[in-house]
Structure formats: C-alpha cells, structure tokens
C-alpha cells in the first residue's frame, strides 16, 4: 500500500479572508488523501472554528515563531511544508528532508520566498513576471468555488438587517482594506443614492467604516460572517471595485449564485473575465460607477447563468496535489 504523504500548512494570519478561505478549503481535500496538519496563531479564532476537526492543529504564540514551528515539523515530519503568506514563509529554513511551497496570495518579495522550492500563482501577470526571477518552480493553478449550503430564510435575514424586502440589495464580500477598493462603493453608492435600494458591504475591519456611513439608512455594514452563502442569497446585484486582486473568490462565488454583476478588471481576473457578461468599470471613472449602480437598481433584474467549470474545486485542488508530486520528484 503506498504511503501517504505527509503535508504539513503554516499560515499565522490572525483574522480570515481569501487567503485563510483558501487553507481550509485545501484543507478540507487534502484530509482525505494524505496526513494533514496546520500550524496557525493562537489568536486567530476564525480558523479554530472553521478548520476539519480531522486536521491536527499547532497553535504558537507570537513569541519565538521560528523556534516553535521548527520544533514541530522536527515532530511531524513532513513530506512537504506548504505555506500561505509572507510572514510564515519567511520563517522556513531549506531542508533535504522536505520541499517547501508557498501559494503566492499577495505580492511576490524575493526576501521572503527565496527557501521555497515551488510558487503557485493564480494570475498570468504573476506567473509571467515571477518566472523570470524566482529559481525554483512556479505553477499556475485557477482558485475554486466552493461554498457552503444556504442556511437561513434570505427574508428572515432581511428583517433582521432592516432591510426592506422589496428593496434590492447591492452586496460585496471582502475585506475593509483600500485594496478591496470599498470607499469607492460607498462614494459612489452614496452619490448616485437610488431608491429602494440598499448597499450592503461584508468584511473583517468594518468598524473602520463605520463614519463614513452615518445617516444613511440604506448602507449596511457588517463584519466577519459564518456562511456567505446567506449573504449572496440575499444579494440583486454583486459589485465588486478592486484596486488589485490576485485572484477574487467573492466575484466567482457571486457567478455560482447567478448574480448580475458590476466589476473592475485587475491582474487577478483580467485572464478570464472577459469571458463573462459583466458590466466592467473603470475605478478612475466614479461617474460611470454611479450611473451603473443607478441603472441596475432602475431595471428589473435576472439570474444569469455563467461558465464555472474552470473553478471546478476538486480538479483544482486535485492540481495542487499534482504539484506536490513533481516537485517530490525532482
């Protein structure tokens, strides 16, 4: 019987957005086919929640990081140490004894990532640009959809939210981060003000916004929530504005519930959205963005059906395990 490997994640974020979606979701794959653990921060209680309970969990503390996790890998032995995020990958040292990889979910930075043995990237640019410096291996791979079922009535949760049933709720999921490029949402939300109709935003650090949308009833911002799929349930219209992305869970999560959509173009999805039929805005164009947001909320609207078998889950996650085999190969 051939022997499973062991593959062990290191990524010590301590709140939860794409890159930790990405964790648990691999995750949730890998734990049926090879020996699984994650070494995560005690403080991200996100991950203690969400996380397989058949994955075994190392939580260290914030003091001699690279001491703790090297003390567990010498325990785990692992085949491959695949890591997420800058700051947990700095910490790995090379080794005979395993090949790292590092799923790239921000910006490459040479100082960071020069122990890796593997990249894997989700955007041409990164791949094309990386390729050209990195010494190891780079890999493309697509990200996936995969979402949890619908668990609360949409009018039940519209209630609690205040949110008049018939009025249509233009949402977005992300984080409160310029880079998810919210205050434009809200800027142009704010100007075009359409009736009947409610911008709802949904991330970690909503709290930061929360001056900017004092007097307006028809704004709603929420923090982190356990499943987006009550969310998007609710949602008429996903928009989505962007500054830069390396990919976009929530703009592919939005397809698979039918959504129309409004969406700028950035080096994570320029490969394959324009293959879609979404309407596209220019971020440096708010007077567009307005005039969108006023149609949309004006028209009656439609499911649409899209393409999504390129984000097929299994077969992209099937990718990654691939990609541990070559390199182990080499």
């Not at 039929?277 to 440096?284: A, E, G, V, W």
Request: one cysteine or more.
């Amino acid at each position: 019987m051939k022997k499973k490997l062991n593959i062990i994640h290191i990524i010590i974020s301590k709140k939860y957005s794409g890159s930790e979606k990405y964790v648990c979701d691999l995750l949730k794959y890998q734990n049926k086919v090879f020996n699984t653990s994650i070494i995560i921060s005690e403080k991200n209680l996100y991950f203690k929640k969400i996380l397989p309970k058949k994955v075994t969990k190392y939580l260290i503390s914030d003091y001699f990081k690279k001491f703790q996790i090297n003390k567990i890998i010498k325990k785990f032995k692992p085949d491959i140490i695949h890591t997420h995020l800058g700051d947990a990958t700095r910490l790995i040292n090379k080794s005979k004894k395993y090949k790292i990889v590092s799923t790239l979910h921000m910006n490459y930075k040479h100082r960071y990532y020069k122990s890796c043995d593997a990249l894997i990237v989700s955007n041409k640019t990164q791949f094309s640009e990386i390729s050209k410096i990195f010494k190891g291996k780079v890999f493309y791979s697509y990200l996936w959809i995969y979402l949890n079922k619908i668990t609360k009535n949409k009018n039940v949760i519209k209630k609690k939210l205040n949110i008049p049933l018939k009025s249509k709720v233009i949402g977005s999921i992300g984080r409160f981060h310029p880079q998810k490029g919210f205050d434009i949402i809200l800027n142009c939300f704010k100007k075009a003000n359409p009736k009947n109709t409610t911008l709802l935003l949904i991330g970690n650090d909503h709290n930061e916004y929360a001056h900017k949308i004092n007097g307006y009833e028809n704004i709603i911002l929420l923090g982190h929530v356990d499943n987006v799929s009550n969310y998007y349930n609710i949602f008429d219209i996903a928009i989505f504005a962007s500054r830069w992305e390396t990919f976009g869970f929530s703009l592919i999560e939005s397809m698979k519930f039918k959504l129309p959509i409004i969406s700028s173009t950035h080096i994570g999805n320029k490969d394959w959205i324009k293959n879609y039929n979404i309407s596209h805005i220019n971020l440096n164009d708010e007077k567009d963005i307005e005039k969108k947001i006023i149609s949309f909320s004006k028209k009656k609207l439609n499911k649409k059906k899209y393409n999504l078998k390129v984000f097929d889950y299994e077969k992209n996650c099937q990718k990654i395990s691939n990609i541990y085999n070559k390199i182990l190969k080499d």
